[in-house]
């Protein structure tokens, strides 16, 4: 269930619980602390004056009562405190009786709780009591003659203190929840239209639509998304551009050979037609339907690659045998082509690989030497070892291949026109993805009068047949 208002309300919402979980947490943490310190100041001075006062007492006519009032009443002006002494009546239960009180009239306190738990443990006791609706912090002292001196005052200019805090941080709070609200509200709209925005760039690439660019000038992780949106983009614009390409050559390719072979089948259908020219029909409808053959191989190589399901051997490869079995089975193209085909064979030159794939790559390398060079050129395959991997070298003393041409050389179905028929645009395509597929690699190196393709392969070292 989609919520209302989107991300936006979504950011605010968590800003605002934020900053107002920030300030309840300091709140909790403040102001109870507070009141506890400013409370329990008040309490230590009382026990501190009651402790300075217990001496004087001492000192003290206690058969005289006015003396004990004065005494009381003259604490109670210098500690600003009511001063009470208690005389204890009886362990048990303890009973307390008034025998000075400097304001008979602020209310009973024969029953303190303070004052009793000192009369029962004869040690100092602190706490806070509260009489007509008024806070009061206590302290009680025991006397010489196990009487009891209790020293009390009122907390309120200490609780009134607590009570502004409160209202100025309830105050901070609304202001901070209302700035907070404010400035997430404009950040959590600007971060929703941004996201928005990759979310229409998203339905656009999903429907194929390639042309605009993903842009978003944030450094933060929405930036950084927008960055992959944007390779994203390239790449299917680019993968969408090859199947394009590879939908139009293909159809060209297969268009081609079909409608040669319709049309020399037509001809040869005349019953007058001569045996020689029959013949050379037949001739030239075979060379037709050798290249479909080859093109669907080619296809159905490319689809198991794309698949993942072309599989390649593991085993002893002699590149010298390779090298003379491709010299043997393209002689007669290389005769037609005018050009010399030659081998030079390195017999150290072992590889692990596949020996199929390795011709495979071998002859497409060789026939693109032939079927783009000028006749008269020479042709040169040779085995060697080359920084410890095993190398097949195709080379020729052709013209070279042009700089525009170099980069894309190896893309499916690119074509470089040259004498001869430049077929599909698929056997480097293929040769290359073979060789990465047996932990190889084809690299080409032209200039100007040379050209050379070589294939390296993991190399293997050689045995010695006995």
Do not use: C
């Not at 607590?162 to 404010?182: P, S």
């Not at 013949?279 to 080859?294: S, Y």
């Not at 698949?307 to 010298?320: D, F, K, S």
């Amino acid at each position: 269930m989609r919520v209302p208002g989107g991300i936006r309300t979504t950011l605010a919402v968590a800003l605002l619980a934020i900053v107002g979980g920030a300030l309840g947490g300091a709140y909790l943490m403040v102001v109870p602390s507070l009141e506890r310190r400013l409370v329990d100041a008040r309490i230590d001075q009382l026990e501190e004056d009651g402790l300075d006062a217990a001496p004087a007492y001492a000192r003290l006519d206690q058969s005289n009562p006015v003396a004990l009032d004065q005494f009381v009443d003259f604490l109670s002006a210098l500690y600003r405190a009511r001063v009470v002494v208690f005389q204890v009546l009886g362990p048990e239960p303890t009973t307390l009786s008034v025998a000075a009180d400097s304001a008979p009239i602020g209310g009973s306190v024969r029953n303190d709780p303070v004052a009793k738990r000192t009369a029962e443990t004869s040690s100092i006791s602190r706490g806070r009591v509260e009489r007509r609706g008024l806070e009061f912090g206590e302290s009680a002292i025991p006397l010489y003659d196990t009487n009891v001196m209790l020293l009390s005052a009122s907390v309120e200019d200490q609780l009134a203190t607590v009570r502004v805090v409160k209202r100025r941080l309830l105050y901070a709070t609304g202001v901070a929840l209302l700035i907070a609200a404010i400035l997430g509200t404009a950040a959590a709209t600007v971060h929703a239209r941004r996201i928005r925005r990759l979310e229409r760039a998203a339905n656009r690439i999903a429907e194929g639509q390639f042309d605009e660019p993903v842009v978003d000038l944030g450094d933060d992780e929405l930036g950084e998304l927008a960055m992959a949106f944007e390779e994203m983009r390239i790449q299917l614009s680019q993968l969408d551009t090859a199947r394009k390409e590879f939908v139009a050559n293909a159809s060209h390719e297969l268009r081609t050979p079909l409608f040669s072979l319709a049309g020399f089948l037509e001809l040869m259908a005349d019953e007058d037609l001569d045996e020689e020219t029959r013949a050379g029909f037949l001739a030239t409808t075979r060379e037709q339907v050798d290249r479909l053959t080859k093109l669907a191989a080619d296809l159905l190589d490319l689809s198991r690659m794309d698949a993942g399901r072309l599989r390649v051997e593991q085993e002893e490869v002699v590149l010298a045998d390779v090298a003379r079995t491709v010299v043997e089975e393209l002689s007669a193209l290389a005769e037609t082509t005018g050009h010399r085909l030659t081998v030079d064979a390195d017999s150290d030159a072992w590889a692990l690989a596949d020996e199929e794939r390795v011709l495979q790559i071998g002859r497409a390398l060789a026939a693109n030497a032939l079927m783009h060079t000028p006749s008269g050129t020479e042709v040169r395959i040779s085995t060697s070892v080359e920084d410890g991997r095993a190398a097949l070298t195709v080379s020729d003393d052709g013209p070279g291949i042009a700089r525009e041409h170099v980069e894309r050389i190896f893309d499916r179905f690119y074509r470089v026109e040259g004498p001869q028929a430049s077929g599909s645009g698929l056997g480097l395509a293929i040769a290359r993805e073979l060789a990465e597929r047996m932990d190889g690699s084809v690299e080409l190196v032209t200039r100007p009068g040379s050209t050379r393709f070589m294939l390296s392969l993991p190399r293997v070292p050689a045995t010695v047949s006995t």
